[in-house]
Nanobody, 116 residues
Framework: QVQLAESGGGLVQAGGPLRLSCAASGRTFIFRTNDMAWYRQAPGKAREFVAQINSNGRSTTYTDYVKGRFTISRDNALNTVDLQMNSLKPEDTAIYSC???????WGQGTQVTVSS
């Protein structure tokens, strides 16, 4: 099994940046050989897809709302997947979770709050 742990959340002013990181532990070959993704859930709303990256990091996908502002990346040597968030908006406020979609593995999530 793989365990995922997010970090880097916090309070930031609108327009500012924040970088989230997700560290994998356990059977990390599962991490290195599979796609990884970030999702978020705002208060009172359903969880929604944010970004996904393939196993070698060469292919990424983003939801339209974050294109041009967020960048997903991974370091398979360190077993981490990051989400660089720029030009943050209050609407980006949510709990952000990383996931390994193929095996439905989720981290505990990290809170991001963007003040106006």
């Amino acid at each position: 099994q793989v365990q995922l742990a997010e970090s880097g959340g916090g309070l930031v002013q609108a327009g500012g940046p924040l970088r989230l990181s997700c560290a994998a532990s356990g059977r990390t070959f599962i991490f290195r050989t599979n796609d990884m993704a970030w999702y978020r859930q705002a208060p009172g709303k359903a969880r929604e897809f944010v970004a996904q990256i393939n196993s070698n990091g060469r292919s990424t996908t983003y939801t339209d709302y974050v294109k041009g502002r967020f960048t997903i990346s991974r370091d398979n040597a360190l077993n981490t997947v990051d989400l660089q968030m720029n030009s943050l908006k209050p609407e980006d406020t949510a709990i952000y979770s990383c996931t390994q979609p193929r095996y439905n593995i989720w981290g505990q999530g990290t809170q991001v709050t963007v003040s106006s």
